[in-house]
């Protein structure tokens, strides 16, 4: 097995929670990224009850009540309003 399959998954994400102004996302690998709300205005604008109905799949993070989401790429790479 290669480094490239065997790290794979890494940065998937395996929690996530609205804290404030931020988005906090835990990672596979336990890294605890902060993102700020604010390039997710659609969450940002929800209720508490909204922000707290999410699910996470690993590569994205959906919110159910909101029906939409957002991929680790976003998170990871910064690449917010694509």
């Known amino acids: ?3 490239n399959e065997l790290y794979a998954d ?3 994400a395996i929690a996530a929670e609205v804290c404030g102004k931020q988005l906090v996302v835990t990672t596979r690998d336990g890294r605890v990224i902060h993102t700020p709300l604010a ?3 659609w ?3 929800a209720t508490p009850e909204q ?3 999410q699910r996470v799949f690993g590569t ?3 919110w159910n009540q909101i ?3 957002v991929s680790m790429e976003v998170i990871l790479l ?3 309003g694509t």
Do not use: C, K, T, V
Request: net charge negative.
């Open 1 to 3: 097995m290669s480094d």
């Open 10 to 12: 890494r940065n998937d």
């Open 39 to 41: 390039w997710f205005p």
């Open 43 to 45: 969450l940002e604008q």
């Open 51 to 53: 922000q707290a109905d």
């Open 60 to 62: 994205s993070i959906h």
């Open 67 to 69: 029906d939409d989401g």
């Open 78 to 80: 910064g690449r917010y």
